[in-house]
Each structure stands twice: as C-alpha cells, then as structure tokens.
C-alpha cells in the first residue's frame, strides 16, 4: 500500500469506520509515523495537529480503536481505517464525532448471513445443516420453505408466542433457495425498492391493460 504523504505535506486523512457497524467514526490525519504504528500496535494512531506530535486515540480514555483493516482511496491519499472501538469515540463521551448513536442495524446481518451460506454452498464442509441442505437438491430446500411458511402462518394465526422464531426459520431457508439458484436476498430487497416507485404500479396497470403484463 503505497500512499502519497507528500501532496499535503505529509499528512492524510483517516476516515474512521466501525468495522462492525459500518457507522463513520471520526476524521483524523496520520502521517507515515502514525500509520505504521497503527499497522504495529493494532491501535488507531493519529499526527495531532494541535499537539504537533503522534496521539493513540484512547491512550488518556481508555477507548481505543482497534484496528481490523486499512485501505487508501484511488489517488492514495486518503485512508478508509475499519476499526472496533472500545467505548466512545469522540472526546465529549459520544460514539461518533458527530453525536450519532453508533447502533448496528441488525438489518445489515441478512446480507452476511447470506455471505455465508454461499460460503456453505461453495465449500460444503461436513457436519453443517446447510450443507446437508444442499446435498439434498432444490425440491428439497423449496419444500422446507414451504414447511417453515405454514408454520409461520400456524404460529401468527393461533397467537402463539413463536413468531419471530417461525419467521426466522422460514427467512433462514428462503435464503438457502435464493442461494441454490444462484440469487441474493439483496436482489429481493432491490425487486421491492423498483416496486416502492410510484410509477411502478402505474406501469403494471398499463401493461395489464395492454395485455403484455407479465407476473
């Protein structure tokens, strides 16, 4: 990773990232000497400006950024440092420099989850359920989605209390299928975005009418 210190007189900018969250942190600049004891220590080091000297974020606090990854910009002067942070980051006690709440969307998961079953589908190690999921074909897999809905509808119209279980179950297998067919839950989540268009049910109804809709 060669980066170009001198086109700013021997700093750059770090912009800093929760590598879990993927929230900006904070904004910070390194020169050489900071980076490379970043990379050493495993501990987020800045140049500080005001200080005219290197500063480990978290060296006085106690909330250090744990690094997990570096990466620079295409004209290699500016970096992308992913890191966990141990408590809050900013100097007021909030968790960015922003005042934002760094919470992690549980949301985001979906997208790893379905990072690892593909990993599944392509290593297809011994002992995992997906992988035995696999082994078994496609019927199979699209017959457990159906199994896993009915219990889902079942639990949500008796009132039990094993919903968001039910639903998990049926998600977990629905995205097995995406993945048996080479697909994404990421390509159902654009799918719904083009249909959230206004325009989007003004064109079905068109098409309907003109008798070229297709479903």
């Not at 904070?26 to 980076?35: D, I, P, Q, T, Y």
């Not at 800045?46 to 950024?65: A, D, H, I, P, Q």
Request: charge should be negative.
């Amino acid at each position: 990773m060669e980066i170009d210190f001198d086109k700013s007189g021997g700093l750059v900018p770090a912009i800093i990232q929760d590598a879990t969250t993927k929230n900006v942190l904070m904004l910070g600049f390194m020169n050489k000497e900071a980076l490379d004891k970043t990379l050493a220590t495993g501990k987020v080091t800045f140049w500080s400006r005001s200080r005219n000297c290197l500063w480990t974020k978290g060296e006085t606090s106690g909330n250090y950024l744990n690094l997990v990854s570096v990466k620079s910009d295409c004209d290699n002067d500016t970096l992308l440092v992913r890191a966990t942070p141990d408590g809050p980051t900013c100097h007021k006690g909030t968790d960015t420099c922003w005042g934002e709440e760094n919470a992690y969307n549980p949301i985001v998961f979906l997208s790893e989850l379905q990072d690892f079953i593909d990993r599944r589908r392509e290593e297809m190690p011994e002992g995992s359920y997906t992988t035995a999921l696999f082994n078994k074909g496609l019927n199979r897999i699209a017959q457990k989605v159906g199994e896993e809905a009915v219990e889902t509808v079942i639990e949500a119209t008796t009132g039990g209390d094993k919903l968001v279980d039910e639903a998990s179950d049926l998600l977990y297998h629905l995205i097995v299928l995406l993945a048996s067919k080479e697909l994404r839950i990421e390509d159902l989540a654009a799918e719904l975005l083009r249909r959230h268009n206004p325009d989007w049910d003004k064109a079905r109804r068109k098409a309907k009418a003109d008798g070229t809709y297709r479903k």
